[in-house]
């Protein structure tokens, strides 16, 4: 599916570069494409960039525009035919492999269900409180206990089977509960009625569990949220319920993240998301320890929008918006800017613990064409089973001179450990591993240098770390100018050996000459010489050099230096 926006000037539905010569040239792709809804510009050209199907019909509209174009010869009937043919031949491969004896069993689907929320669901605190014991006492808060939020809105919509609530699982269960609605989702208004009796509830409990998050119209697709925040009803009532009741598990039901004021006076949080027709039996599973929780956070939850990377720039002007966040998105930002996050990228707690050991690499030195094996040992230090998913960052070269992140995830697995067990995981690291795509060339480029290989919980919970140094196979021709700066020739190994015999006219200039008094002399230190010195233009030689340096010699440095590039 193509996307709306026009890329580079070029609207994504009318660019053969991505839908030809990448998606079909490079990636292999085999299918069709269609529009995203409403995303063609024009008909015409989107064919001839390689797109098959707009959605949604304009009712013979476009159609009618592709006949007119053959008709004239602005458009060759053979781009038709292709894609008449990659539509026809996806509606082949249907019936060619449809199952007229398959059965839907959809109660064994349910449970599947389940399974796959209680894996996915992620403990993001826990001061001890979870498990609840099955004999406690326990006041479940919130109309989300009873009409949990299950799904995305707008299109995502699905008529679902059968939806499980958290309420009527653990009351079928044979558990102590008591409920309370505590807030409405129909309106973000604060209740006091409800409120109270919510208080009221928590008091005769042991524990208070209030089910919260975002109702279908705070998100949906179509629009973007303005705010981070839970409806204000949700955060009054567990502020309210948090004074009442010390002992207080929020579980969340919401499909990006949320700002939580009342982050420190709560023992527990578990992330439910939108986790399908059976979150409710999911949520019981946990609550209760039936299912040890192992999902880790895809995204880093920031602690208010304010410190998003986008939130300077988007949604932009009129009708442009520039992605000035490059690639400095989520982890990759908060970690690079050393900045707190509510909670990082890849955190997910558990009931039991592991322990990381026995960091391995196959290679110390490698060349970009070389494979690195990477492995280490995982063990089950805690009482009880439980699934740990590790994540294998790499930390850029120290030489290089690319902008890049602090670490990015290169792998990630997730094992399963009976209490006491070891397994020992193995990824290998290939050279897109190492490198970053370089635009002079058009591809990903590797440079040389130590690369950092680090192990980790999550982006912020580094366990292991090791080093290997990778040699680049690409030399990339540099070519200097006038305004190159003196860094720029200083840093290159070829450049430097011809530069430096005409930096002593720059060193005489910072090191006391006619035009510096004792009082500037004593002022600018040796670093900030070599500062000033680096960020020069090396035209900047011929008049900084009192015409110790002309522009001819200049010019033949540079024929010299890039000669032997």
Not at 11 to 21: C, G, K, R, V
Not at 366 to 380: G, H
Not at 512 to 532: F, P, Q, V, W, Y
Request: proline share 3%; with cysteine; glycine share 8%.
């Amino acid at each position: 599916m193509c996307s709306y926006n026009v890329v580079n000037g070029v609207y994504a539905s009318e660019n053969p570069l991505y839908l030809t010569d990448i998606l079909r040239g490079e990636w292999g792709f085999e299918g069709f494409v269609v529009s995203d809804w409403g995303a063609v510009n024009n008909r015409v050209e989107g064919l001839k960039a390689g797109l098959e199907l707009e959605m949604p019909t304009s009712g013979g509209f476009t159609d009618q525009e592709i006949v007119e174009a053959v008709k004239k010869g602005e458009l060759d009937e053979a781009i038709v035919d292709e894609a008449a043919r990659r539509i026809l031949n996806i509606v082949d491969k249907y019936y060619s492999h449809k199952d007229e004896t398959a059965v839907f069993d959809r109660d064994v689907d349910h449970a599947k269900a389940r399974k796959i929320a209680g894996d996915s669901m992620v403990l993001l605190k826990n001061n001890g409180i979870l498990p609840l014991s099955k004999e406690s006492k326990v006041a479940f808060i919130g109309e989300f206990s009873k009409k949990p939020r299950f799904q995305g809105g707008g299109s995502s919509h699905i008529n679902a089977h059968k939806i499980d609530n958290a309420l009527n699982i653990a009351l079928e269960a044979g558990f102590d509960v008591e409920f309370a609605k505590g807030y409405d989702t129909i309106a973000d208004k604060v209740d006091e009625a409800l409120i109270a009796e919510a208080c009221e509830v928590a008091k005769k409990a042991e524990v208070a569990v209030i089910f919260a998050g975002l109702p279908d119209f705070y998100e949906s697709e179509g629009y973007d949220r303005t705010h981070m925040a839970l409806p204000k009803n949700q955060d009054v009532l567990i502020q309210r319920v948090s004074e009442a009741q010390p002992n207080v598990v929020v579980v969340l039901h919401n499909g990006s993240p949320v700002e939580m004021p009342w982050v420190g006076d709560v023992k527990g949080i578990l992330e439910a998301y939108l986790s399908g027709q059976a979150v409710g039996g999911a949520c019981v599973d946990i609550l209760y320890g039936d299912v040890n929780p192992s999902g880790k956070l895809a995204e880093s939850f920031p602690i208010r929008l304010e410190d998003n990377p986008s939130y300077l720039f988007y949604l932009g002007e009129k009708d442009v918006v520039e992605y000035r966040e490059g690639i400095f998105v989520g982890y990759r930002y908060y970690d690079k800017k050393a900045m707190d996050v509510l909670f990082p990228f890849g955190h997910g707690l558990s009931y039991t613990s592991f322990e990381y050991s026995n960091l391995q690499l196959d290679k110390s030195s490698m060349e970009d064409t070389d494979v690195l094996t990477v492995s280490f040992d995982v063990t089950n230090t805690g009482d009880v089973f439980g699934k740990e998913a590790v994540q294998v960052y790499v930390t850029p070269s120290d030489a290089g001179q690319a902008i890049r992140p602090i670490r990015e995830l290169k792998g990630f697995d997730k094992v399963d450990l009976k209490p006491g067990e070891k397994a020992t995981l193995t990824f290998t690291l290939d050279k897109r591993a190492f490198a970053y795509f370089n635009t002079d060339i058009n591809d990903w480029l590797v440079e040389s240098g130590n690369y950092g290989i680090q192990i980790g919980a999550s982006s912020r919970d580094i366990r292991l770390e090791g080093s290997v140094n990778v040699t680049s196979t690409v030399q990339i021709k540099q070519e200097f100018h006038f305004n190159s700066t003196l860094g720029d020739l200083l840093a290159n190994e070829k450049a430097k050996t011809v530069i430096e015999p005409y930096l002593q006219a720059l060193n005489e200039l910072f090191s006391g000459g006619e035009a510096e008094s004792d009082i500037e002399s004593s002022a600018i230190t040796d670093e900030m010489k070599l500062a000033m010195i680096k960020d020069l233009p090396i035209r900047n030689l011929i008049s900084f050099s009192s015409g110790k340096v002309t522009k001819e010699q200049l010019l033949g440095m540079l024929n010299q230096i890039n000669a032997l590039q």
